[in-house]
């Protein structure tokens, strides 16, 4: 989508390894975040940044940890990626504002086997 | 428990044809509802977005009603398209500021 991007699009990891998932946005928003879907599930947060260098944690934070050292980057990491980690990645943003829309990035998809 | 339940959980419709998706929402205190589209392999888009004020809102040919009363907003969608099947997503933004997302109804429109 047109002002964010995530990268990659695609990764299979084996169990245990390092991982780390990208976002970039262009939109110059204060607020980023960190999604997984899974089926039968609606989105979960996992973390979300409110500036740089702020961080919080999500409902389902516990194996993940994020940094923002730029307005336009966030960063997802796995430090030990397992088998449960295995889903599809989503960044959003948005502008400050409780009725601003979100923005979606396009999702990475990730195996973990 | 805050909850967002969308039915059908999944609808095949002919080409032309209109169709209804339903959200129930147990959110309290609620800012907003959105609803969101959700092509294979993409992020979801924002297709409307309502406070409690608002009965209807409408995007080209999906109109979104809300009844804060009861919990309760649909997804109409008038002469669908080919290019309509796609998952669709209801989403309440609580007082907090946190987005609580339905498992989405899955649409496919056939020719």
């Known amino acids: 989508d047109a002002g964010i991007t995530q990268s990659p699009r695609h990764k299979v990891t084996e169990t245990g390894t390092p991982v780390t998932l990208r976002c970039h946005q262009t939109e110059n928003h204060r607020y980023m975040y960190w999604y997984r879907q899974d089926p039968g599930h609606g989105l979960r947060l996992i973390h979300y940044s409110y500036g740089v260098k702020d961080t919080d944690k999500g409902e389902v934070s516990d194996g993940y940890s994020v940094s923002r050292s730029k307005t336009e980057d966030f960063l997802l990491t796995l430090e030990s990626a397992t088998s449960s980690q295995t889903s599809v990645y989503f960044c959003?943003?948005?502008?400050?504002?409780?009725?601003?829309?979100?923005?979606f990035g396009s999702g990475t998809r990730l195996t973990v086997v | 428990k805050n909850q967002v339940e969308q039915s059908p959980q999944s609808l095949i419709i002919l080409e032309g044809k209109n169709c209804t998706l339903q959200?129930?929402?147990?959110?309290?205190?609620?800012?907003?509802l959105r609803w969101y589209k959700q092509d294979t392999g993409r992020g979801p888009v924002s297709l409307t977005i309502m406070t409690f004020s608002e009965n209807t809102k409408s995007n080209g040919r999906y109109t979104a009603t809300l009844d804060a009363d009861t919990k309760q907003s649909s997804l109409h969608i008038t002469a669908s398209q080919l290019s309509d099947s796609a998952s669709y997503i209801c989403v309440v933004k609580d007082w907090g500021g946190k987005l609580i997302f339905g498992q989405g109804t899955e649409l496919s429109v056939k020719p």
């Open positions: 959200c129930n929402y147990t959110v309290s205190p609620f800012s907003n």
């Open positions: 959003a943003i948005t502008a400050a504002g409780s009725n601003y829309g979100y923005t």
